[in-house]
C-alpha cells in the first residue's frame, strides 16, 4: 500500500519542483548575453536583429501573462507549467538547430511562450498551499532560487558553450525542460484537497463577476500603474543589461573575453539573489513598501549617472564588481511591486492585478532591448569581428543613457505608489 505524502512534505515538494522550473526561466531569460558575440557571427545579425532576437522571449511572456492567468484558473497550475516546459524544450532545440534568423525568432517565442506561466502558477502554489504569513517569505525565496538560473546562464553557460558550442547548449539545456515536465507531472498537486487536507488560509474569496470584469478593474485601477513601470523601468533595465548588453560591452570596451565578462554579468546577478532576501525582510522591518523600492530605484539611478556621466562610460575595471552587485541588490526592489499591486486592488482580482504588473517588467526588458540595439546601430562605425558588429565607447555611453532614464522613471512612478498599511 502507497503511504500518503504528508502535507509539509508535500506542499515543499510542489514549490520544489516548480522553483526548479523557475531556475529554467531565469536561464532562457538572461542567456542570449553569454552566445550575442555567436549569435551574432553564426547568423551574420545587426545590433537591432540581436536586440529582436532576445526581446522575442519578453514579447511572448508579456503577452502571455493574462492567457495564463486564465488558464491557471481553469485548468490550474501543473497541467499549464507542464505543456509550457514542453514548449520551452522544443522552442530551446529550434533554437539551437536554427539555420536563419526568422527560425531563431521561432524558437526564442516558443520558449518565452512556455516560461511565460511558471512565476504565476508559483504564486498561485504558495498561495493555496502555504499560510498567508509565510508568503511574503517563500516568494523572497523563490525569487533567489529562480535567479539561480541567471547564475547558470553566465560563466556555466559560457563553459559549456566552450566544450560544446552555442548550438549544442541549447540542445542540451532543451533536455532539463524536459525533466522539469516529467517532474510537475508526477508530484505536483494544484490543491491540498487533491491529497485529502484542507488548504491553510482555508476557501480563496471568489466573485460571480467575470474575468473581464475584473480585468477592466485592475486597468482602471490608477494604483495599478505605478507597479507597472516601476517594473517595466527597474526590471527591464536589469533583464536587458544583464541579459543581453553587459557582457558585448565588456568585451568591446573593456577587451574582456566573453567567459572573463560573464563572471562580472555574474556578480549583478548574484546582488539579485541576495537583494532578493534584503529587500522582503527590508520592507517587513520598516513596514514600508514605497520607501524601500523608492531607495532602491534612486540608488539605482545614482549609480547609473556615474557610470554615464562621471566615469564617461567606462569605470575602472577593479570598481566594476561592486557597482555591478549593488545594482543587483537595488534593482530587486521591484519585487515589492507584486505586493502592492496586490494590495491596492480587491483581493479575489489580486491574480489579475499580479499578470497585469507583470507584463510591465517583459514589456520593458523587450522594448529596451530593441532601443539600445537601435541606438547601437545607428552610432555603428563599421567595426566587425568574426562577423560580429564591434561598437565603441561613444556608441555604448549614449545606449545606457536609456537605463538612467528608466531610473528616473522608477524614481517618479514610486512616488506615484499608493501605500497600503
Known amino acids: 500500500m502507497q503511504t500518503k505524502m504528508t502535507?509539509?512534505?508535500?506542499?515543499?515538494?510542489n514549490w520544489a519542483v516548480l522553483a526548479l522550473a523557475f531556475v529554467v526561466v531565469f536561464f532562457h531569460r538572461y542567456s542570449t548575453a553569454v552566445v550575442a558575440e555567436n549569435l551574432a557571427s553564426d547568423l551574420n545579425l545587426t545590433g537591432t536583429e540581436l536586440s529582436n532576437l532576445a526581446s522575442m522571449y519578453f514579447w511572448a511572456y508579456a503577452i502571455m501573462q493574462i492567457p495564463n492567468g486564465i488558464l491557471i484558473d481553469h485548468i490550474g497550475a501543473r497541467k499549464t507549467t507542464s505543456i509550457g516546459m514542453l514548449l520551452a524544450g522544443v522552442g530551446s532545440v529550434i533554437f539551437g538547430l536554427a539555420p536563419t534568423i526568422f527560425i531563431a525568432y521561432l524558437g526564442r517565442l516558443l520558449v518565452g511562450i512556455g516560461v511565460a506561466g511558471i512565476f504565476v502558477s508559483i504564486l498561485k502554489i504558495q498561495s493555496v498551499w502555504f499560510r498567508k504569513e509565510e508568503f511574503p517569505m517563500i516568494t523572497g525565496?523563490?525569487?533567489?532560487?529562480?535567479?539561480?538560473?541567471?547564475?547558470?546562464?553566465?560563466?556555466?553557460?559560457a563553459l559549456l558553450v566552450l566544450a560544446l558550442g552555442w548550438r549544442l547548449s541549447f540542445v542540451v539545456i532543451a533536455s532539463v525542460s524536459l525533466i522539469c515536465y516529467a517532474l510537475i507531472i508526477t508530484f505536483v498537486k494544484d490543491h491540498p484537497n487533491d491529497l485529502g487536507y484542507d488548504a491553510p488560509n482555508?476557501?480563496?474569496?471568489?466573485?460571480?463577476?467575470?474575468?473581464?470584469?475584473?480585468?477592466?478593474?485592475?486597468?482602471?485601477?490608477p494604483y495599478t500603474w505605478p507597479n507597472f513601470f516601476i517594473l517595466f523601468a527597474l526590471m527591464g533595465s536589469i533583464t536587458s543589461f544583464s541579459g543581453l548588453w553587459g557582457v558585448p560591452y565588456l568585451t568591446h570596451i573593456y577587451g574582456l573575453s566573453a567567459n572573463a565578462a560573464s563572471r562580472y554579468v555574474l556578480l549583478l546577478t548574484t546582488g539579485i539573489m541576495?537583494?532578493?532576501?534584503?529587500?522582503?525582510?527590508?520592507?517587513?522591518?520598516l513596514g514600508k513598501i514605497?520607501?524601500?523600492?523608492?531607495?532602491?530605484?534612486?540608488?539605482?539611478?545614482?549609480?547609473?549617472?556615474?557610470?554615464?556621466?562621471?566615469?564617461?562610460?567606462?569605470?575602472?575595471?577593479?570598481?566594476?564588481?561592486?557597482?555591478?552587485?549593488?545594482?543587483g541588490i537595488t534593482a530587486v526592489s521591484f519585487i515589492l511591486s507584486f505586493t502592492n499591486?496586490?494590495?491596492?486592488n480587491n483581493p479575489h482580482l489580486a491574480g489579475t492585478a499580479t499578470s497585469v504588473a507583470n507584463v510591465g517588467g517583459f514589456l520593458g526588458g523587450a522594448i529596451l532591448n530593441i532601443v539600445v540595439g537601435y541606438i547601437l546601430d545607428l552610432k555603428w562605425q563599421g567595426n566587425l569581428v568574426n562577423g560580429a558588429r564591434v561598437y565603441n565607447l561613444e556608441a555604448y555611453k549614449?545606449?545606457?543613457?536609456?537605463?538612467?532614464?528608466?531610473?528616473?522613471?522608477?524614481?517618479?512612478a514610486t512616488a506615484?505608489?499608493?501605500?497600503?498599511?
Not at 541576495?274 to 522591518?285: E, Q, R, Y
Not at 564617461?312 to 549593488?326: D, E, K, S, V
Not at 499591486?341 to 491596492?344: A, G, I, L, N, R
Request: hydrophobic share 55%; aromatic share 14%.
Open 7 to 13: 502535507f509539509s512534505k508535500a506542499k515543499w515538494m
Open 141 to 157: 525565496w523563490t525569487s533567489l532560487v529562480g535567479n539561480f538560473g541567471g547564475v547558470l546562464a553566465t560563466t556555466p553557460l
Open 202 to 221: 482555508g476557501n480563496p474569496p471568489t466573485s460571480k463577476e467575470s474575468f473581464w470584469v475584473g480585468l477592466i478593474k485592475v486597468i482602471k485601477n
Open 274 to 285: 541576495v537583494g532578493s532576501i534584503i529587500i522582503g525582510n527590508l520592507a517587513k522591518i
Open 290 to 327: 514605497k520607501g524601500v523600492i523608492l531607495a532602491g530605484a534612486t540608488i539605482f539611478t545614482l549609480i547609473w549617472f556615474y557610470i554615464i556621466f562621471i566615469a564617461n562610460g567606462q569605470p575602472p575595471l577593479a570598481l566594476l564588481p561592486f557597482l555591478y552587485l549593488i545594482l
Open 341 to 344: 499591486v496586490k494590495d491596492v
Open 398 to 412: 549614449l545606449a545606457f543613457t536609456v537605463f538612467f532614464i528608466m531610473g528616473i522613471v522608477a524614481i517618479i
Open 416 to 421: 506615484l505608489q499608493k501605500e497600503v498599511k
